[in-house]
């Protein structure tokens, strides 16, 4: 059986924004598919090791949910996504932007990441 390919997109940093491609992304790779992880510029901070999952306004009753179910963290799912083969790529990162990786990254421009969405079985975006 030919093996799928998936993109996944994280285009936003927001804790409730945070987790649906990493889940995706899980998911995907648990399931066998070759999954490429992309963050846009605002969803990059979810990569950095200072990063904070912070919800968005009149959603701060996710933060405490979470914590209750006793979710995985952002940089917990990410790590398992990583682990199960995910491929991190950042794209059109600033060159003058500071960030401190908790997984390393390729940089690559937004072009690359459609023309392998175009040739994925799946490409999802949040």
């Known amino acids: ?9 994280a285009l936003h940093d927001q804790l409730e924004s945070a987790y649906p491609p ?4 899980v998911g995907a790779a648990s ?3 070759d999954v ?6 605002r969803g990059v ?4 090791k200072r990063y ?3 919800p968005s306004e009149d959603l701060e009753y996710l933060s405490n949910a979470l914590n209750d179910f006793g979710v995985s963290s952002v940089h917990d799912l990410l790590g398992i996504a990583v682990e199960m083969g995910a491929q991190l790529y950042v794209v059109d ?8 990786f908790i997984h390393p990254a390729e940089q690559v421009p937004i072009k690359w990441v459609l023309n392998e969405a175009a040739s994925a079985d799946l490409f ?3």
């Open 1 to 9: 059986m030919e093996k799928k390919k998936v993109v996944v997109m």
């Open 22 to 25: 990493l889940n995706v992304a």
């Open 31 to 33: 399931s066998g598919a």
């Open 36 to 41: 490429i992880l992309a963050f846009s510029r």
């Open 45 to 48: 901070n979810i990569l950095d």
């Open 52 to 54: 904070v999952s912070v």
């Open 93 to 100: 990162l600033d060159v003058n932007d500071r960030f401190d």
């Open 124 to 126: 999802m975006h949040f």
